[in-house]
């Protein structure tokens, strides 16, 4: 079952921890994003295999966009 | 005066920017908005708030100005003292007396500009006499 991660808050990406074709574990940091003035972790919520990172570094993301999507 | 309608019809996709390096009196300590030494909120809003303005200089009559209205903001990112903010402000839509901007900040960073901040932005464009008169 696919799992799409998406942003909670309007943010700026950081930076982009996870690649492509990383197996991940529940709580696997995918991207980190700053909003706030505060670094905030994007993590899987569930294993998985990182099908697609959606954000690039420097993109401002709204809530509700699709940050990573894992297999 | 003017054809205002006319002016302002055109208004949309206008921009205007300014550029702070940020100082002293910048920070959240000097704004009494939080106890560090990083560029304040408020300032923040102060500067979109400039970059508005400069959407609109030149194409309001003499006797016309705006004032701000409303104003969503989501600061993203810490500024230090030194740091060049530079604020943009895009018309999005013309309501009548009623001028929307996308509001966005940005900063150098290593690998490039970095959004500090991003957020909405209503003015009302009012005549300087009346509004002044009512405001007494």
Do not use: W, Y
């Not at chain 1, 309007?10 to 197996?23: F, K, M, P, R, Y």
């Not at chain 2, 005066?1 to 002016?7: A, K």
């Not at chain 2, 290593?110 to 509004?131: D, M, Q």
């Amino acid at each position: 079952m696919s799992q799409t991660v998406r942003a909670e808050m309007v943010a700026s990406v950081h930076s982009i921890i996870a690649e492509v074709g990383d197996e991940l574990e529940a709580g696997d940091t995918l991207v980190i994003l700053e909003s706030m003035k505060m670094e905030i972790p994007v993590i899987a919520e569930q294993p998985g295999t990182v099908a697609e990172i959606a954000v690039q570094q420097g993109d401002v993301v709204q809530e509700g966009d699709v940050i990573a999507i894992l297999l | 005066m003017p054809s205002s309608f006319d002016q302002r019809a055109g208004l949309v996709g206008s921009s205007g920017q300014v550029t702070l390096t940020v100082a002293a009196q910048d920070t959240a300590i000097a704004a009494g908005s939080g106890d560090i030494p990083v560029l304040a909120t408020p300032r923040l809003v102060a500067l979109m708030e400039a970059a508005a303005c400069e959407a609109l200089r030149g194409h309001l009559a003499p006797e016309q100005t705006s004032v701000g209205a409303n104003i969503t903001l989501d600061h993203l990112r810490p500024s230090l003292v030194g740091a060049v903010v530079t604020a943009r402000a895009e018309i999005v839509k013309v309501d009548g007396d009623r001028v929307h901007f996308a509001v966005v900040a940005d900063q150098p960073g290593p690998n490039g500009a970095v959004t500090i901040g991003t957020g909405t932005h209503l003015r009302v464009i009012v005549s300087r006499e009346k509004f002044l008169q009512r405001a007494r």
